[in-house]
């Protein structure tokens, strides 16, 4: 059974950071993306940045661009989501998700078939 587990939430201020990790297991993990997603309150899904299997290719929505950065450790099946200058719009539920091998059209959330519990991110002053 794939699961995905998602941590490191928390209340930051605005400028503040935050490190998100999804720790997998149930599957080859080097074979597989993963996406993170965000949803804020009254606000529709939002794809955040998605990472390939290789790690060769990371993808960024616009309004996280130079603030976030994704990475990946294969040897703990673990995903990372490094939340620098973070903003209030940028609170929200986070979730990281899980396909074979790429990226492509990241932000299509359908394109997962498995997902993790969120974890909460709040920035305010």
């Known amino acids: 059974e794939v699961q995905l587990q998602a941590s490191g939430g928390g209340s930051v201020q605005p400028g503040g950071s935050l490190r998100l990790s999804c720790a997998a297991s149930?599957?080859?993990?080097?074979?597989?993306?993963i996406g993170w997603f965000r949803r804020a309150p009254g606000k529709e899904r939002e794809g955040v940045s998605c990472?390939?299997?290789?790690?060769?290719?990371?993808y960024y929505a616009d309004s996280v661009k130079g603030r976030f950065t994704v990475s990946r450790d294969n040897a703990k099946n673990t995903v990372y989501l490094q939340m620098n200058s973070l903003e209030p719009e940028d609170t929200a539920v986070y979730y990281c998700?899980?396909?074979?091998?790429?990226?492509?059209?990241?932000?299509?959330?359908?394109?997962?078939?498995?997902w993790g519990q969120g974890t909460q991110v709040t920035v305010s002053s």
């Open positions: 998700a899980t396909r074979l091998l790429s990226c492509i059209d990241y932000s299509d959330y359908w394109r997962y078939p498995y």
């Open positions: 990472i390939s299997s290789s790690a060769g290719y990371s």
């Open positions: 149930g599957l080859i993990f080097d074979d597989y993306a």
